[in-house]
């Protein structure tokens, strides 16, 4: 794919947190589009005063487009700045505006996205049941746990920083998503599936889908527990009925005879058909063994082991299909990796989201230390972080989790899903704090930063194009010109617009393909962030507020008002 060129000064538009990677960006069609040993001065908007002038880093090329970082993080005063970078002769150009304060991104979106947007949503869903989650009438079983996932942690973590008032009305949530998946389980007993199937969704989605059920397990497990103390009755049988989806997801799905494999957008032969679960799969069912132990069901951490050791099986080795390694086949005969994001009808690919999320496999070595298969959990966890994640990340100048690698092609970011997987990089973030916590390695949060900063406006910019790929939004942009937005309806100085227009909903993204379209081939020629999918779902903002709530977490312990 070609595009016009274009050129853009980007920044985030909801502001950055002190104390944190600080970074703006030049985007160019042309090297010489900016001197060489170019500078750049942050500028004090209260004073006046230029308060920082450091050199302007040339990053490289990457998605038709040259790239200069300017890199401020090493300023220590809250306020209000822009950043203005200096050319040829007297001219220069000037950054927007942006502010700097401690937990910022914090502050200015947790209550909007985590606790508002949903119960907004859960008023205008169908009979007030679950929550509406996209711009249509779904409700989706992977859309509800995948946002749950990000609900749930802020209420382990991070309920510390909320009032009290705020955190009941989150445990409300947490509660009325459950309270959804408790009915799709409910109706697939009524239609006679075996004990345990939770259908995908109510009135229409009457089929059961694997990842539905991992993912309902380690949502119902985990609530199981956060909710105990205000309702002993509901935490139990969430706890029964994750374990009876357990049950049913381990010995009686067949994820090889749904419809709608798509054999571009994991990068399989043309003619390929699974045969097995995918490697995400079997993710979940660690995570799920694990929370069902954790929530009193020890019994279940022996399938964890034994998923763990199926998963392992499917490491790609050092050397074994480039520079990158440790990262892992998607199925059982070892043809093609796992891609960050799978979702796309509904059937075999729906509810993919967490397949590079490997803090399943964290957890189990921390729980199981002394196991005899621990030392292999360690090298493994080692072999992705180190072989995978990190250096995939750092092949972008935005630090963002990449869709994948597609054999000859490369590692493509934007190429193969149908539209944007904010998600992925909202729990991307998440997992970068958890392994820079395990691994004491600082390297990771420009990774849990870059990809929630990516969200919050400090992406590659909307051009004239990227409205191509929305239905319902549009905005005036003129030819040549890349706009910082954040993706965050009502939230940023400038900022998308959402199919339902609730505050705090997170759009999906970027995208190569036309939105719900699947026909651009996954090629390193044709990645880049093209088109933009306004469509917002929920999952979305349940990984920007996992990510966010692990970033606060480790970046400090003060209680806000």
Partial sequence: MKFPPVTGFLTSQIGYDLRSPMRALYRAPKRDALPENGRFQLKDLATNDIVLEQPLNYWGECWQSHWWIADFSSLAQAGEYCIIIKTDGESSITSDSFAVDEYLLWKETIHTVAIDQFEGRAEIARFGKGWQDCGAQYREVGSTTGALFGLLDLLNIGFQWLKPDYKMRLAQQVIHGCDYLVSCQQRAADLGFPAGAIIHEMPNGLKTIPQDQGQSVVALAHASRQIYEIDSGRSMDYLNRAAAAYEYYTQQCQPGKLPHFSAMLHGAPTDYQPTSFMSGDLLMMIWGGLELATSGRLEYLEESVRAARELLNRQVAKGAEGELYGHFYAFAD?????????????????????????????????????????????????????????????????????????????????????????????????????????????????????????????????????????????????????????????????????????????GNGFCTNIQFQMKVEPTKANDGPWRYSDEDWIPHAGGWVSGLTYLRQIMGWTVLD
């Avoid at 621990?374 to 250096?391: E, S, T, V």
């Avoid at 963002?400 to 054999?407: A, D, T, V």
């Avoid at 990516?454 to 239905?471: P, Y």
């Avoid at 010109?481 to 609730?502: E, F, L, P």
């Fill in 334 to 506: 070892c043809m093609f990796t796992e891609k960050a994001f799978i979702h796309h009808h509904v059937g075999h690919d729906t509810s993919m989201m967490f397949n590079h999320y490997i803090v399943p496999l964290i957890k189990l070595r921390q729980q199981l230390s002394e196991h005899p298969d621990a030392p292999r959990w360690q090298q493994a966890i080692h072999d992705f972080a180190y072989g995978y994640f990190l250096p995939a990340c750092q092949s972008n100048p935005f630090y963002l989790l990449p869709q994948g690698e597609y054999g000859d092609e490369g590692v493509l970011t934007f190429a193969g899903p149908w539209h944007g997987m904010n998600v992925c990089y909202g729990y991307a973030a998440s997992l970068a704090i958890q392994l820079e916590e395990y691994f004491d390695d600082p390297q990771f949060r420009q990774i849990a930063v870059g990809n929630l900063q990516w969200i919050a406006g400090l992406n590659t910019g909307f051009t004239k194009d990227s409205f191509v790929g929305c239905v319902m939004w549009r905005d005036d942009i003129a030819e040549g010109t890349a706009v910082s937005y954040s993706q965050i309806h009502g939230i940023g100085r400038r900022a998308v617009q959402a199919w339902t227009k609730i505050p705090g909903s997170i």
